[in-house]
């Protein structure tokens, strides 16, 4: 005699049963909920967790006393039922029960042919899935003398009978379930999924609804929302199975369909009925769900309910039209939107229903997807803008004057590089799709061919696919999706305005940047840099005709041509955001950055200077420094070269005024690179006081203007009391802190980054997510220093990592008054930061 638990070993789904996500899983739960709705749900059974892992160590339930609530001949299907549907589970074993008897019953009721397909699927799927016999010898199609050839193999295999008596069946299946959600491999996968190491599961047994017999019979899906796109509209399949003659199996259309035939038209009755229920679905469980049914000879059962399946941009759709439509509150709606999948909605996406030619991964770097040519040089990017054919800019890493080329490229590709690299940061300003640190590729410029794993070589010319939301290569052109800026995307953004309580700017060095940035809805420009602006042709030439200047008042002369220029991208820059605070940054980078790097350079810069080439040469040696990113860039070129600084002021402070006098009141903000002590700071303002001073004079205009620090180096953060005494607004550029407090080259740390992270040294790339510990610390002294120091300082971060949600939690917490991302992660910033609020 068999020993069982004293614990209740099984419930049946009644609307009133003690039913529980945790002890019984989603699906039992679910299935509960629909009977509660008066859906045709089959009888259900459940075995909650308990006798789940009762039966793992040994101790079945009493399966007599089980398949006795199904009566004395019956036929039914076990489902798993784990807590998170996301966490798998063993697959559903139908048509338990059958055996010879029930075989005879159902050729009399549906034919010969009808009852032994389903015997023979019975048999097959036990042999496989719970005697555990080679899925080979049990691989043939229904036909003539099928079934009796796989009875027999089951005999010589075991050396016994196929098992006859249901509850024994029964027994075996719920056993090898059980003991397949213990596996290593299921293990590792829910793990993954971030199910709990104790993880439970639930088993149903639920009766057989065939879809077989006379009249209108078969079995089949309904959803009443495209996963893809979010519109209402029916999808799914039925398929039809007609016994007695050949056991032929129709596939039907759900609603009409000029391609064939229909269900909608073959029964209009069990068409609405269905429909009845996914809209009740959709009421009660507050949630678009995907239905699976039976119908037999007319009459609908509904076995299972399952939440659809959905894209971004349906997960967008769904959640504004439940709440629009009533069903959900406004602030649920914004929580279903996870707020990193909204990238995915403002760019083009590899539509997931096509085909994918991978042949190569690297880190996602800037998300959506485009198809072009490959190009290998800027220049031949360029050339391709020109003919109007999109191409792709494969490079081993990239660099300032690379800038052109990612303009007229669809999309980045490096061999180099990681999530700050210079292709990184611009492709997201530019929202530009961007694959970094590809390893698996490696290019030959000199050959101009880039292969891949596999032996494959793919040359200039061949057209290939950068899917930048997943890191993924593919050859050849992908089907794609589009942007889905819509009405629910506005919609969502505008409920998440209402509840955040952190700003959100943009990164915006070009007038592109800004409209996107406006688009989006940022609350202004929290980062312009400059220097971007100086990479163009003709500005080139003239900023190292100032850099190569003997005088003060050479360089002045050259500045002066530059200031029209500059003026003028700032009079754009305002006038776009029309009133919005704009943050402009004094010139950063080294000027090293700015010289000619090879023979062929110098000697065309010595040509465009009419200089002699010895001594273009020689002053670029002059200038180039060793270790460039902490030598003369930021501040440091403000101090000792402040001319640059003054022609900077001056274009602002002319643009604010020409702006204003055109638009919207323009207070400009005005932020210096790199500092370390508040002495630099001092220096600085005083003369941009008087360039402000001079300005107002010569255009007789009133205007106020704000300065701010950029608190980049931890030297800074540690004496942001004193350095906020003469600054409106402190504004951590957390990637030049990040580089800084670990001493990590952001430029080069993509080579190792992996092995670091794999290796657990960091959790993560510190350039990616902010490293709370290290650098987050230096970010609350800096706040609390500044704060202490002034307490209407306003401080903000800029650094790459202010679109990402875990560093908007950080700033939020810590009274950061906004953050700064490129304009394409302004939607996902905007979600995020109402999430936090809510
Ligand atoms: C920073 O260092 O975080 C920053 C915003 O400036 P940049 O990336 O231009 O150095
Ligand atoms: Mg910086």
């Known amino acids: 005699m068999q020993k069982h638990a ?31 709705l008066d859906l045709p749900v089959p009888q259900t059974v459940a075995l909650p967790s308990e006798t789940v892992r009762a039966i793992v160590a040994g101790q079945l339930p009493d399966t007599e006393k089980l398949a006795a609530v199904f009566g004395p001949d019956f036929l039914v299907s076990v489902r798993s039922s784990p807590e998170n549907p996301e966490w798998g589970g063993p697959g559903t074993v139908l048509n338990v029960g059958m055996n010879d008897a029930m075989h005879a019953r159902l050729t009399d009721s549906h034919g010969r042919e009808a009852a032994d397909a389903l015997y023979l699927r019975f048999v097959q799927n036990y ?100 996963g893809v796109t979010g519109a209402r509209r029916i999808t799914g399949r039925f398929r039809g199975q007609s016994q007695g003659r050949k056991a032929s199996v129709e596939t039907l259309y759900l609603t009409r369909d000029p391609r064939g035939a229909s269900l909608e038209e073959a029964s209009p009755e069990v068409f609405a009925e269905l429909q009845g229920y996914g809209l009740a679905c959709r009421a009660k469980l507050r949630e678009e769900m995907q239905i699976e049914f039976a119908v037999e000879g007319g009459r609908v059962s509904v076995i299972d309910a399952v939440r659809v399946v959905r894209s971004a941009r349906a997960a967008v759709k769904i959640a504004v039209a439940l709440s629009q439509d009533g069903i959900i509150s406004r602030e649920e709606a914004l929580l279903r939107v996870e707020p990193r999948a909204l990238s995915e909605l403002l760019h083009y996406q ?68 990681g999530m700050t690299s210079h292709a990184a940061v611009i492709a997201r300003g530019l929202g530009l799709p961007c694959i970094a640190g590809c390893a698996d590729i490696s290019i030959d410029t000199r050959e101009r061919v880039m292969r891949a794993p596999g032996g494959r070589i ?20 992908a089907e794609m999706l589009e942007p889905a800026l819509d009405d629910g995307f506005r919609t969502l953004l505008h409920w998440a305005d209402n509840v955040r309580d952190i700003g959100v700017r943009a990164n915006a060095d070009t007038p592109e940047d800004a409209r996107t940035a406006r688009m989006f809805e940022a609350e202004g420009i929290g980062l312009a840099r400059t220097e971007h602006m100086f990479f ?82 020689r002053r670029c040696e002059a200038l180039s420094e060793f270790n460039p990113m902490l030598g003369m860039r930021g501040v440091r070129l403000g101090v000792t ?64 203007y704000r300065l701010g620090v950029m608190v980049e180096t931890p030297r800074a953060a540690l004496r942001a009391g004193e350095i906020a005494e003469h600054a409106h607004f402190l504004s951590f550029g957390t990637n030049d802190l990040t580089q800084m407090t670990y001493g990590l080259s952001r430029d080069d740390a993509g080579r190792f980054m992996s092995t670091y992270v794999n290796q657990g040294v960091f959790a993560e790339d510190p350039f990616h997510i902010l490293d709370v510990e290290g650098v987050g610390e230096l970010l609350l002294i800096g706040a609390a220093r500044g704060k202490g120091a002034r307490p209407d300082v306003t401080i903000s ?42």
């Not at 040359?459 to 052109?477: K, M, P, S, Y």
């Not at 003997?550 to 003026?567: C, F, H, K, V």
């Not at 402009?584 to 790097?597: A, G, K, N, T, V």
Request: include cysteine; aromatic fraction near 6%; hydrophobic fraction near 45%.
């Open 6 to 36: 004293n614990f209740a070993e099984f419930v049946e789904l009644t609307p009133s049963a003690q039913v529980s996500v945790a002890r019984h899983g989603w699906r039992a739960k679910c299935l509960q909920r629909l009977i509660r």
């Open 127 to 226: 042999a496989t899935h719970v005697a555990r016999l080679d899925p080979d010898m049990f691989h043939d199609e229904p036909g003539p003398g099928a079934l009796s050839s796989a009875l027999a193999t089951y005999r010589a295999e075991t050396d016994e009978d196929f098992p006859q008596s249901p509850a024994r069946q029964l027994g075996e299946v719920l056993r090898s379930m059980a003991r397949a959600w213990e596996g290593t491999t299921a293990r590792l996968l829910r793990q993954a999924k971030g199910a709990p190491l104790e993880a439970a599961l639930g088993l149903l047994v639920q009766r057989m609804a065939l879809g077989i017999g006379p009249g209108l019979s078969g079995s089949g899906t309904m959803q009443f929302a495209d």
């Open 350 to 417: 590899v539509d997931p229903r096509g085909a994918r030619d991978r042949f190569a991964r690297g880190i996602a770097a800037s998300p959506g997807a485009a198809t072009g040519r490959i190009v290998f040089t800027a220049a031949a990017a360029q050339a391709s803008a020109a003919r109007d054919e999109p191409c792709i800019l494969v490079r081993r890493e990239t660099a300032p004057e690379d800038i052109r080329g990612m303009h007229a490229a669809v999309a980045v590709l490096t061999e180099r590089g």
């Open 458 to 477: 793919f040359r200039e010319g061949d057209v290939i696919t950068v899917d930048g939301t997943n890191g993924e290569v593919l050859a050849g052109a």
């Open 536 to 617: 163009d042709e003709d500005r080139l030439t003239l900023m190292r005709e100032m850099i190569f200047a003997d005088t003060p008042n050479d360089r002045r002369i050259a500045l002066e041509r530059l200031l029209p220029m500059q003026r003028a991208d700032f009079i754009t820059l305002f006038d776009i955001m029309a009133g919005q605070p704009v943050c402009i940054r004094l010139f950063d980078p080294p000027l090293h950055e700015f010289l000619p790097h090879d023979r062929e350079g110098m000697r065309e810069l010595a040509e465009a200077l009419d200089r002699p080439l010895s001594e273009v040469t």
């Open 641 to 704: 070269v402040p001319e640059i600084y003054d022609m900077q002021a001056r274009a602002i402070f002319e643009a604010a005024v020409e702006a204003s006098r055109r638009g919207a009141q323009v207070v400009p903000e005005v932020m210096i690179p790199l500092v370390s002590a508040a002495r630099e700071v001092e220096i600085v303002k005083t003369r941009i006081d008087a360039v402000a001073a001079a300005v107002r004079t010569e255009m007789k205009a009133e205007f106020t």
């Open 797 to 838: 971060v800029c650094g790459e990592h202010g679109g990402n949600p875990e560093s908007i939690a950080f700033c939020r917490a810590a009274g950061f008054d906004y953050v700064s991302c490129s304009p394409f992660r302004v939607p996902v910033a905007r979600l995020a930061a109402a999430h936090f609020a809510l």
